[in-house]
């Protein structure tokens, strides 16, 4: 069992440029090294973006439209693919004491988003060396995170409804044959990127041993930093 925390705080930003969302990780880092601010889950979407992790390999972009921005960041993990139709977490935790195993973290990752996708009827899985979650030997969600002097950013993508060709245009996670799959493509079309966001909630408040979860409201997070969102809000 997770050692009992305090408070999470989950805001849902809605459909949020990457660059934007970037900036937004870096500023609640610094907040949450200083204490400004306590535990917190972000929630939202993307438009369609490719990302590499640090030390990604350039050769598993394939052919991207030309259209579709590409950014390297400082998360681990090779290529991804995020858009509309995908929710994306990004955790800013301070881990401290036996939760200062980026392993551990990996997993307990994982095992929200299992138990998540357990509450649609949908079995998912881990794989013996390798991070993510799989359905039916197929792909649903990423994870790829950082962390500085323990606190964590970056994180997960998980595909409810997306638009999976234009994961064709990659190797995703740099796996050879790897295969993507969602929570429409598994037979589910009415779920929306809000109700998986909910069942996520819940589900990473319990891996990680939250005491409770507060809903924030996403306009005094950005007033918070003073920064603007580029691609305008919209609902999850």
């Known amino acids: 069992m997770a050692p009992r925390r305090a408070k999470l ?8 440029d990457y660059d934007s969302a970037l900036a937004l990780q870096a500023a609640m880092v610094a907040a949450r ?26 050769r ?18 090779q290529v991804t ?20 195993d980026v ?3 990996l997993r307990d990752i994982e095992g929200a988003l299992i138990d998540a996708l357990a509450q649609f009827g949908i079995v998912a899985e881990r794989r013996s060396g390798m991070t993510g979650v799989w359905v039916d030997g197929s792909k649903i969600a990423s994870i790829g995170v950082g962390i500085r002097r323990w606190v964590t950013f970056h994180g997960f993508a998980l595909n409810v409804a997306t638009d999976l060709s234009y994961f064709d245009a990659i190797v995703p996670c740099g796996i050879q044959g790897c295969r993507m799959t969602s929570i429409f493509a598994q037979g589910h079309p009415k779920v ?6 909910a069942a996520a909630t ?5 891996a990680f041993g939250y005491e409770a979860i ?12 003073g920064l603007a969102v580029e691609a305008g809000q919209v609902g999850l």
């Open 9 to 16: 705080s989950v805001v849902e930003l809605g459909v949020v």
């Open 202 to 206: 819940s589900s990473f408040g319990a």
């Open 33 to 58: 090294h200083q204490a400004r601010i306590g535990d917190t889950l972000i929630l939202l979407e993307h438009p369609d973006v490719f990302t590499l992790g640090r030390g990604a390999d350039e």
């Open 192 to 197: 929306a990127v809000r109700d998986f966001a």
């Open 60 to 77: 598993f972009i394939l052919n991207p439209p030309a259209s579709v921005p590409i950014r390297r960041v400082s998360r681990g993990g």
């Open 81 to 100: 693919y995020h858009g509309p139709g995908q929710l994306v977490g990004y955790p800013i935790l301070k881990l401290e004491g036996a939760a200062r």
């Open 103 to 105: 392993g551990k973290y």
């Open 214 to 225: 507060e809903i924030t409201d996403p306009s005094s997070v950005w007033n918070l930093f």
